[in-house]
């Protein structure tokens, strides 16, 4: 493949551009296409969908790790990273973004506070195939090699056959154990929550301080979900869609409101 030919793979995450997670995918999208970095300088886990408005942006060159990808580190959200990659770096549209590879869960509802897959969706929202990667493995020295060949034959298949409008991909990974990986099971995001719990603290001057905990609880149990996908050793990819408008529910909302 000639060099001129090769797709334009935009990479970014919330973990920070120096996270193993983005180091990782970075030198896995080396090896399909030319890779341009726009990362946050500093962590931005659980960021959602923010922007930053209130405060200017700095875009800094970067080499973190020998290779031929150009790095940018943001100092802004991942969402940021995302437009001002798209808008102001790059010098041509982006055939594909990835984000992640996450260190956590974002399947089911972990989704919503993601900045990793919120980094996703800006991009399908901008009509950029994009797919955000997660692992269940909180340790910043995770192991990430068992998933390396599904990711790339992923990756390689959304370039070639793109995605539908408006759709992007939250992929979740396995903690890696002495099994080998199931394979890749498409499927829908599990019904569950968090039981949020706070620890109260007071500080010096005896003002209190809380730390949010909380539980996870899948209220769902099916086998159609990521959370059953992920539990068998499968990686979980669930298509997610920037729309909240529930269809399903347009009717019954108008007989409600029109009696």
Same mark, same amino acid.
């Given at each position: 493949?000639?060099?001129?030919?090769?797709?334009?793979?935009?990479?970014?995450?919330?973990?920070?551009?120096?996270?193993?997670?983005? #180091?990782?995918?970075?030198?896995?999208? /080396?090896? %399909?296409?030319?890779?341009?970095? =726009?990362?946050?300088?500093?962590?931005?886990?659980?960021?959602?969908?923010?922007?930053?408005?209130?405060?200017?942006?700095?875009? !800094?060159?970067?080499?973190?790790?020998?290779?031929?990808?150009?790095?940018?580190?943001?100092?802004?959200?991942?969402?940021?990273?995302?437009?001002?990659?798209?808008? !102001?770096?790059?010098?041509? #549209?982006?055939?594909?973004?990835?984000?992640?590879?996450?260190?956590?869960? /974002?399947?089911?509802?972990?989704?919503?506070?993601?900045?990793?897959?919120?980094?996703?969706?800006?991009?399908? =929202?901008?009509?950029?195939?994009?797919?955000?990667?997660?692992?269940?493995?909180?340790?910043?020295?995770?192991?990430?090699? *068992?998933?390396?060949?599904?990711?790339?034959?992923?990756?390689?298949?959304?370039?070639?056959?793109?995605?539908?409008?408006?759709?992007?991909?939250?992929?979740?990974?396995?903690?890696?154990?002495?099994?080998?990986?199931?394979?890749?099971?498409?499927? #829908?995001?599990?019904?569950?929550?968090?039981?949020?719990?706070?620890?109260?603290?007071?500080?010096?001057?005896?003002?209190?301080?809380?730390?949010?905990?909380? !539980?996870?609880?899948?209220?769902?149990?099916?086998?159609?979900?990521? %959370?059953?996908?992920?539990?068998?050793?499968?990686?979980?990819?669930?298509?997610?869609?920037?729309?909240?408008?529930?269809?399903?529910?347009?009717? *019954?909302?108008?007989?409600?409101?029109?009696?």
């Amino acid at each position: 493949m000639e060099k001129l030919d090769r797709p334009l793979i935009l990479v970014t995450n919330d973990d920070g551009i120096t996270a193993p997670g983005i #180091r990782t995918l970075i030198r896995w999208m /080396n090896a %399909i296409g030319d890779v341009v970095v =726009m990362a946050p300088d500093s962590p931005q886990s659980g960021m959602g969908h923010a922007i930053t408005l209130h405060d200017p942006l700095r875009c !800094e060159p970067q080499q973190i790790d020998a290779g031929p990808q150009k790095e940018h580190s943001c100092s802004g959200t991942p969402v940021d990273c995302v437009k001002l990659a798209v808008h !102001e770096v790059l010098d041509r #549209r982006p055939d594909l973004i990835v984000s992640g590879i996450n260190h956590g869960s /974002n399947a089911s509802v972990n989704v919503i506070y993601s900045g990793t897959m919120s980094a996703a969706v800006e991009g399908a =929202m901008q009509g950029i195939p994009s797919i955000g990667f997660s692992i269940l493995d909180y340790d910043w020295q995770a192991d990430f090699s *068992q998933a390396e060949t599904l990711v790339m034959d992923m990756v390689r298949r959304v370039l070639s056959q793109g995605l539908p409008a408006g759709i992007c991909l939250t992929v979740n990974i396995p903690k890696v154990s002495d099994k080998p990986y199931a394979g890749l099971k498409v499927c #829908r995001q599990a019904q569950a929550k968090w039981v949020e719990s706070f620890i109260k603290r007071n500080d010096h001057m005896g003002k209190p301080y809380y730390w949010m905990a909380g !539980e996870f609880n899948d209220l769902d149990g099916r086998e159609d979900t990521d %959370i059953w996908a992920l539990a068998n050793n499968y990686l979980s990819v669930v298509p997610i869609q920037f729309d909240l408008t529930a269809h399903h529910h347009l009717a *019954q909302i108008h007989q409600t409101l029109d009696a």
